[in-house]
């Protein structure tokens, strides 16, 4: 009872903080409005017992990705965001094509009925952080060493950008 | 879940709160003494006997005091960061185990308000969290001098961070566990169980990381008044500016107690069986844990009034060059340590 209260609730909070994300023209607030995002995203991952998943959504997204794009908005100083004429039509038919294909495929997985919804209750907490790091560096081994390297390349990229200016 | 757990958990989050609290008072005291003794001063001693009434005066000055909001800021964002800073400074104490477990009517009561089982993450989180209301208070007074200090902390907390996470992944490589109770239990018995004599360096990168995560002297950048006036709190007047004292202080708190819990066995008595003396040994492991923050909380006085600040340049070095490599080796060698022995 209070569960289904809370997940309403919280549910609730994600969809207009995540609407008012888009519909904001101020960027510092669109910014910490995807950080209330997160949190009550990961409230409902606290409510299906997913506590690891949770916690990283809050550690990763909201603690360290989220301050990383306040950083770069304070420090371009944008204030209201003007419209840019030119990528104006693309820019809309490009996201409501987009949206059009993700109902689409939200709407064939619920009138499929294959069963993907239907996960029994606790099925994220199974093994938690030893599971997470024994499939890691088994089964996934070779995509998160992949992943590293994309970092890597990122990261020399960035000092090389730097460093030309100096 | 039936209404006198409820009851438990409720009374036991109070009382933390109130402890916090009170240490705060204490804390604001205990600074502006320590330091006036420091400097052959006498520091505030007219109000109540020694001038212990002295933060109560201070509170009601702040709440009396007019507040003034300046009129370029951005006012929702401005309201909001004092929150943002002292909501996480206040949660994090939350899972922090003050002592062994009380038997009472019949109940076992953990002494703690959460029990998590990834404790040690959801610190680390919060944490991360806490650098929004800086931030966010630097950028909406819509003044050079907070802008300035917000950035600072920004990339300062964000540095210092990594070499914190390192330094308590070495400790979980120990513990086997990231749940607060069982690196207690890890440390128990002698002296030397201890994570300060078993990770020596952990400890020392965990504690310079904390003072700069806390924005203590000798890495308070934020708010170096040479340079930035008041740092990123300059425009904030009354309650809120007390908002983001208070906030430092609870973060000093909780760092402290953190620091005990991970590195000096928490609420844990060396070459004592605290669960043979039934709730005599309960109160014992608290006056311990009190008795280890407190200690620490006092260093944190020490250093700001020995040590002079650093300059921002050496700080990102000592931050990603010395702190961050040196964790690393530490987290080598113990898992290297793990693997040959176990």
Known sequence: MTGSFFFYFFAAVTLTSALLVVLNRNAVYSAVLLVFCFFSLAVIFLLLEAYFLAILEILIYAGAIMVLFLFVIM??????????????????????????????????????????LHQPHGTFTAGGVNALGEALFTKYLLPFEVASLLLLVALIGTVYLAKRKV | ????????????????????????????????????????????????????????????????????????????????????????????????????????????????????????????????????????????????????????????????????????????????????????????????????????LAFLIFVVAVYAETNRLPFDLTEAEQELVGGYHTEYSSIKFAMFYMAEYANMITASALTVTLFLGGWDIPLMNEAALGNLGVLLSVVSFVIKTALFLFIFIWVRWTFPRFRYDQLMRLGWKVMLPLALVNIFLTAGYLTLTV
């Open chain 1, 75 to 116: 420090l371009l100083s944008l204030g209201r965001e003007k419209a840019q004429e030119h990528f104006r039509y693309l820019q809309r038919g490009l996201s409501l094509f987009l949206v059009i294909v993700f109902f689409l495929s939200v709407l064939i997985i619920f009138l499929s009925d294959s069963g993907i």
């Open chain 2, 1 to 200: 879940m039936d209404i006198v757990t409820l009851i438990i958990i409720c009374v036991k989050a109070l009382v933390v709160f109130a402890a916090i609290m009170l240490t705060v008072m204490a804390m604001t005291l205990a600074e502006r003494r320590i330091s006036a003794f420091m400097q052959n001063r006498l520091g505030p001693n007219r109000v109540g006997p020694k001038g212990l009434l002295q933060p109560l005066a201070d509170g009601i000055k702040f709440l009396m005091k007019e507040d003034v909001i300046p009129s370029g800021v951005d006012k929702p964002i401005f309201l909001l960061a004092p929150v943002m800073l002292i909501v996480p400074a206040l949660m994090t104490f939350a899972i922090i185990p003050f002592g062994s477990e009380l038997h009472l009517f019949g109940r076992a009561i953990q002494l703690q308000v959460a029990d998590i089982n990834i404790g040690v993450l959801y610190i680390l989180a919060l944490t991360s969290v806490g650098v929004y209301g800086i931030v966010l208070a630097g950028w909406s007074s819509n003044s050079k001098y907070p802008l300035l200090g917000g950035l600072r902390s920004s990339a300062q907390l964000i540095s210092y961070e990594l070499a914190m996470g390192l330094a308590i992944v070495s400790i979980i490589l120990l513990a086997g566990s990231l749940r607060l109770n069982d690196i207690i239990i890890q440390q128990q018995g002698h002296f030397l169980s201890w994570n300060v004599f078993k990770q020596p």
